[in-house]
Structures are given as structure tokens and as C-alpha cells.
């Protein structure tokens, strides 16, 4: 998963599109050093490499 800096400030609805990809805000750490992410069905998602207030497109594997 990999965080694409451009799209930074551009975080206005977190839909997912037809790959799967969704975009969203990483809003904490976790104590092991994983970002904490929101996934758009509810789910909170764990992500390594970002840090917090990074914005990113993501997609579950």
C-alpha cells in the first residue's frame, strides 16, 4: 500500500472506486509504528510506512 503525496488536501469523500482503491488520512500510530487508517465501510485498517496527517490512496490485499 502506498501513500501518493499528491493527492494530499484533495480528502473529500473517502468512496472507494471500482479497483478497490479509496483514498484516506492517516490519523495515528499505533505503539508498533503502524498508521491508523479509516476504511470507508467502517473498518479501521493498519498500514506501514505513513505517518500521521500523510493522505494516500489505498487498497486492501
Same mark, same amino acid.
Given at each position: 500500500?502506498?501513500?501518493?503525496?499528491?493527492?494530499?488536501? #484533495?480528502?473529500?469523500?473517502? =468512496?472507494? %472506486?471500482?479497483?478497490?482503491?479509496?483514498? =484516506?488520512?492517516? #490519523? %495515528?500510530?499505533?505503539?508498533?509504528?503502524?498508521?491508523?487508517?479509516?476504511? +470507508? %465501510?467502517?473498518?479501521?485498517? !493498519?498500514? +506501514?510506512?505513513?505517518?500521521?496527517? %500523510?493522505?494516500?490512496? !489505498? #487498497?486492501?490485499?
Amino acid at each position: 500500500m502506498a501513500v501518493d503525496s499528491t493527492s494530499i488536501g #484533495r480528502i473529500q469523500g473517502l =468512496a472507494m %472506486d471500482a479497483t478497490g482503491e479509496f483514498e =484516506a488520512r492517516v #490519523r %495515528d500510530l499505533t505503539p508498533k509504528g503502524l498508521g491508523v487508517i479509516d476504511h +470507508p %465501510d467502517g473498518r479501521v485498517v !493498519f498500514v +506501514p510506512g505513513v505517518w500521521p496527517g %500523510d493522505v494516500g490512496l !489505498f #487498497r486492501l490485499t
